[in-house]
């Protein structure tokens, strides 16, 4: 759907983008990660076609950007981080004109509407956008997006300034539209991206740095693969039931963490993944798994590893009081 090539940008010798290449499938939901001045919005805006590449090519469903710009143009929709709202008309005006911008095909009114209910501003369509909160604002940025049904949309910090309860709305939002839709998310906001984002793309310095989804670049960035896990039951039996499982090469008790919960530390080979038989096992005896959770890297400590290499990454192991 979307093949970035050798892409690059250069501003006067500073090189915001280096020679960037990727390739997204039609219906993949990508995190486009990076810190401050690092070349994501560049990049999009090179995707898009509001920049010009100084090398490198973009296409879109095979239709090069330079080369045919509308047939690009019609196939993508885009939220900047700042949504390019006039406040001074209303939702149903805007989103009209939008409609006649984009030179939609589809029926006009029935449309609309649909957006508006998928959106969840259908009762605001009337009121001024200047009127509206933030939330609000960005729907109605969402919603142009949406105009002409694009095949891909391109979402630059779609919840920046929101309140948690508008980043929640938000990002099932960005999931349900997923289901239907190539989906390039740019977000600050590690754990929405965790939870949307079926793969990760870093850019650094203008570089590409990382692409994969999650789990694969924890498990590849981690120097530490054992699991933490909280069982009631006898010490002893529950440390020999716990080795005899395929994949576990070692096992310790780390201590009582909770009343009648002994942690364990369970180191297992690389390769393999315990958790089922771990939790059949312990069933089987009626002995409660509390808690699992593993010592990999989180998405927020490989976007520190990938970004700041010099700088080591400070951790408190998890399950510590």
């Not at 008790?253 to 364990?264: F, Q």
């Amino acid at each position: 759907m979307i093949e970035v090539k050798n892409l690059v940008k250069d501003y006067g010798g500073h090189l915001a983008v280096d020679d960037v290449s990727f390739t997204i499938n039609d219906g993949e939901v990508v995190g486009f990660l990076g810190p401050n001045g690092a070349g994501k919005t560049t990049t999009m805006n090179m995707i898009t076609g509001y920049l010009s590449a100084t090398a490198g090519s973009v296409s879109v469903a095979g239709f090069n950007v330079l080369e045919y710009p509308n047939e690009v143009k019609r196939r993508i929709g885009y939220l900047p981080e700042i949504p390019p709202l006039y406040t001074d008309m209303t939702v149903e005006e805007y989103l009209n004109f939008c409609y006649d911008l984009k030179k939609a095909k589809l029926p006009r009114g029935p449309h609309i509407e649909e957006i508006c209910c998928l959106v969840k501003i259908d009762h605001v369509y009337k009121r001024l956008i200047k009127n509206l909160s933030k939330g609000y604002k960005q729907r109605v940025g969402i919603a142009q997006a949406l105009i002409g049904n694009p095949e891909v949309l391109i979402l630059d910090e779609p919840t920046v300034g929101l309140d948690p309860n508008q980043i929640i709305e938000i990002r099932n939002l960005i999931t349900q539209l997923g289901k239907n839709h190539t989906v390039i998310l740019s977000s600050h906001i590690l754990s929405e991206v965790q939870a949307v984002c079926e793969r990760i793309i870093v850019i650094n310095n203008g570089k590409l740095v990382a692409d994969d989804k999650a789990e694969n670049l924890s498990k590849s960035l981690s120097k530490d693969h054992s699991l933490l896990a909280r069982i009631i039951g006898p010490q002893k039996d529950v440390m020999r039931l716990i080795a005899t499982i395929r994949g576990v090469e070692g096992v310790s008790a780390t201590g009582v963490r909770e009343s009648g919960a002994i942690e364990y530390k369970i180191d297992p080979h690389p390769e393999a993944d315990i958790r089922r038989e771990l939790f059949d096992r312990l069933s089987e005896r009626h002995w409660p798994l509390i808690m699992l959770t593993s010592n990999e890297l989180s998405l927020e400590e490989i976007f520190i590893e990938l970004t700041s290499p010099k700088i080591p990454v400070s951790r408190k192991k998890k399950g510590e009081d």
